[in-house]
């Protein structure tokens, strides 16, 4: 799958009691940064 710089991509990871959710995130935002993406958004609600 071949990403351009203009795309955008919605990952939604829902769990119970937060901290293997919070750390999914973080890995996938990590993976992201890695990868070259610059512009990388978390949340936590």
């Known amino acids: 799958m071949e ?3 203009t795309d955008i991509i ?3 990871i829902a769990g119970t ?3 293997g ?3 999914l995130k973080r890995l996938i935002e990590y993976a ?3 990868a070259g993406i610059e512009r990388v958004f ?3 609600i």
């Open 21 to 23: 959710v919070i750390t």
């Open 42 to 44: 978390g949340s936590e």
């Open 3 to 5: 990403i351009e710089e």
């Open 17 to 19: 009691a937060g901290q």
């Open 32 to 34: 992201a940064q890695k």
């Open 10 to 12: 919605n990952i939604v």
